[in-house]
């Protein structure tokens, strides 16, 4: 079956988005990414309880999952000044490479002996900070790269990533963590975000950043500042 074949079983309402090239480069990333932070629901759990010393796998479990999620929500709040002004692709590149690298030291600490319950807790934590930009990020980056007719059904592929991935991605882990172990189902889902952001890099350009004001604007409103205060002093203008 060709794409075009394929396009033709879409609903309507989505299938102009597909004939947009960024957005048909960048959704697969994205799902990609939801479904390894599914996986990852089962498999931090699971490698808890695999290193966590004998009689404080509980404790370890709740760190664990703890360090996961919190640290975004208090990124949420902290880095608001600092972040709210940067670019949505470059908020989304940035979540993306720290997830890459600091859930892929997961299991290269845990194949060299090395992963000890405090590291676990501190790489999740790490990786995790800047996440709820990097989600926010991903909204506005497609709003800027589509027209605004189709932006309605875009997030609504977005949201449903992201919940088909809440049911598909736990599913799956529990089989394969079997098989290969948890530790490498985290770095799965590591190799996601390597791959959304180097997607993201890709569709930077035709996503339709806005572009910096130039000098010659900022001296045209200054003038016209000038002016409006020379008209309300009873100046005439030459």
């Keep these: 079956m060709t794409p075009a074949q394929t396009t ?20 697969p990333a994205l799902a990609a990414s939801d479904l390894g932070d599914g996986m990852s629901v089962v498999a931090v759990a699971w490698l808890a309880i695999e290193i966590a010393p004998p009689g404080r796998s509980g404790l370890l479990l ?20 600092l972040l709210r002004r940067l670019p949505a692709a470059r908020l989304l590149a940035a979540d993306s490479r720290i997830r890459a690298v600091l859930l892929g030291c997961v299991p290269l600490a845990w194949a060299t002996g090395l992963l000890h319950p405090m590291l676990y807790v501190a790489l999740l934590a ?8 990097g ?9 800027q790269m589509l027209p605004p007719e189709q932006r309605l059904a875009a997030n609504a592929l977005l949201s449903s990533s992201v919940s088909a991935s809440i049911v598909i991605g736990p599913a799956l882990a529990g089989f394969l963590a079997a098989v290969v172990g948890p ?3 985290i770095g799965l889902d590591a190799l996601s975000f390597a791959v959304l952001a180097v997607q993201v890099g890709r569709v930077r350009a035709p996503g339709g950043e806005p572009e910096p004001e130039t000098k010659s604007q900022w001296r045209t409103g200054s003038e016209a500042e000038a002016g409006a205060e020379a008209g309300a002093n009873g100046q005439g203008a030459p």
């Design 62 to 81: 709740g760190a664990a999952l703890a360090a996961y999620a919190l640290p975004g929500a208090l990124g949420a709040l902290l880095f608001g000044r």
């Design 126 to 133: 790490g990786s995790s900070v800047l996440h709820a930009w």
């Design 8 to 27: 033709r079983l879409l609903p309507q309402a989505y299938r102009p988005l597909f004939a947009h090239a960024g957005f048909k480069r960048l959704l």
């Design 183 to 185: 530790a490498w189902l």
């Design 135 to 143: 989600n926010a990020g991903r909204y506005s980056l497609v709003a």
